[in-house]
């Protein structure tokens, strides 16, 4: 009888995980049928109101051209991302990045310009050199972004509309 009620168990821990299993997968995929784990669906390609814009979020430009920094964490080396990887979507920071240590920066433009005084030069010095507003090294976990100037201009534009 308890090799009975062990089997039962079993069988009854086996449904569970499959009745789980094929849940996650419709929950995922939706009804349009079970797809086996190796198989996926590519990711939405999001669209950038701007080159600074998409520079700023992936850190690759809109000829799809990877940005190529020095310095910053190891794992954006690895996996990439861009400004919002560190200082958040809405470029506020307060994020403390992944073996870092130190609390990101707000680096919407009005915060730059008005509280530190810095003018675009001092800006793209940061961004490309690591120079801060008062002439000081910045933390090495900020990347020294090698941009084109157009680039640069692009994302100090997009910086520009964020509120």
């Not at 995929?29 to 086996?36: A, H, L, S, T």
Request: with cysteine; charged share 20%; hydrophobic share 35%.
């Amino acid at each position: 009888m308890g090799s009975n009620r062990n089997l039962i168990v079993v069988l009854a821990v086996l449904a569970a995980f499959a009745a789980g299993f094929f849940t996650a997968n419709v929950f995922h995929y939706g009804f349009e049928g079970y797809m086996p784990y190796q198989q996926y669906r590519a990711p939405v390609k999001a669209e950038y109101s701007s080159n600074g814009e998409m520079i700023f979020m992936t850190g690759v430009n809109d000829r799809g051209e990877r940005i190529p920094f020095t310095a910053g964490p190891q794992w954006l080396y690895m996996h990439g991302g861009g400004c919002a990887s560190c200082h958040g979507t809405d470029g506020r920071g307060g994020i403390y990045p992944m073996m870092c240590g130190v609390k990101t920066p707000d680096i919407r433009y009005s915060t730059l310009s008005e509280t530190h005084g810095m003018d675009e030069e001092d800006i793209i010095r940061a961004i490309t050199s690591g120079v801060g507003d008062e002439g000081e090294e910045l933390n090495p976990c900020m990347p020294r972004w090698q941009m084109t100037e157009e680039d640069v201009r692009d994302v100090i534009d997009y910086l520009k509309t964020l509120k």
